[in-house]
T-cell receptor
Framework: GNSVTQMEGPVTLSEEAFLTINCTYTATGYPSLFWYVQYPGEGLQLLLKATKADDKGSNKGFEATYRKETTSFHLEKGSVQVSDSAVYFCALSVSGTYKYIFGTGTRLKVLA | ETGVTQSPTHLIKTRGQQVTLRCSSQSGHNTVSWYQQALGQGPQFIFQYYREEENGRGNFPPRFSGLQFPNYSSELNVNALELDDSALYLC????????????FGPGTRLTVT
């Protein structure tokens, strides 16, 4: 079946540190991959996406590259800010289906 | 362009009661999906409605039911509430039944006591 595995949190970093949140997936077919962010008390916001192998999604300094050979979609940011503190969800959607499969989320805490 | 809205924001119910949650889809979208997000977990797919018909369902019992209206807004109904139904319920809208890009509302926080 289809599934997403994320690294467990919380991840605690100092401001301006480099961020990596690992995400790997299992999917039948050709998935589209997403990172969503959830701030405290809020719903999900799409952060970035990639729809085919080797695509790089990017937004607000965050990047993730769709790696088919390693079935991964790791999220990176070169210099985190306190305002990046949130929960990050990796998700996939397989063409021909109608739903997202989410990982369990990774909480990021950035300290000033 | 109006985004996805949900009501109410918070709700407290007693075990055994019934609840209705509402969602207005983003302008131009004809598909609505519902997800349940338990505390500390990722969202789990409940079902999807496309043009007023259920288009797919996740692993949830029949006491979870839904509707979509001609204006593409939607309701999620849960009967015989259980304590484990306490969660954030998220609605997402998209265009088309196989769209990979869904836009989420802020959610309804349901607490069952």
């Amino acid at each position: 079946g289809n599934s997403v595995t994320q690294m467990e949190g919380p991840v605690t970093l100092s401001e301006e540190a480099f961020l990596t949140i690992n995400c790997t997936y299992t999917a039948t077919g050709y998935p589209s991959l997403f990172w969503y962010v959830q701030y405290p008390g809020e719903g999900l916001q799409l952060l970035l996406k990639a729809t085919k192998a080797d695509d790089k999604g990017s937004n607000k300094g965050f990047e993730a590259t769709y790696r088919k050979e390693t079935t991964s979609f790791h999220l990176e940011k070169g210099s985190v800010q306190v305002s990046d503190s949130a929960v990050y969800f990796c998700a996939l959607s397989v063409s021909g289906t109608y739903k997202y499969i989410f990982g369990t989320g990774t909480r990021l805490k950035v300290l000033a | 362009e109006t985004g996805v809205t949900q009501s109410p924001t918070h709700l407290i119910k007693t075990r055994g009661q019934q609840v209705t949650l509402r969602c207005s889809s983003q302008s131009g979208h004809n598909t609505v999906s519902w997800y349940q997000q338990a505390l500390g977990q990722g969202p789990q797919f409940i079902f999807q409605y496309y043009r007023e018909e259920e288009n797919g369902r996740g692993n949830f019992p029949p006491r979870f039911s839904g509707l979509q209206f001609p204006n593409y807004s939607s309701e999620l109904n849960v009967n015989a509430l259980e304590l484990d139904d306490s969660a954030l319920y998220l609605c997402a809208s998209s265009y088309g039944q196989d769209s990979y890009e869904q836009y989420f509302g802020p959610g309804t926080r349901l607490t069952v006591t």
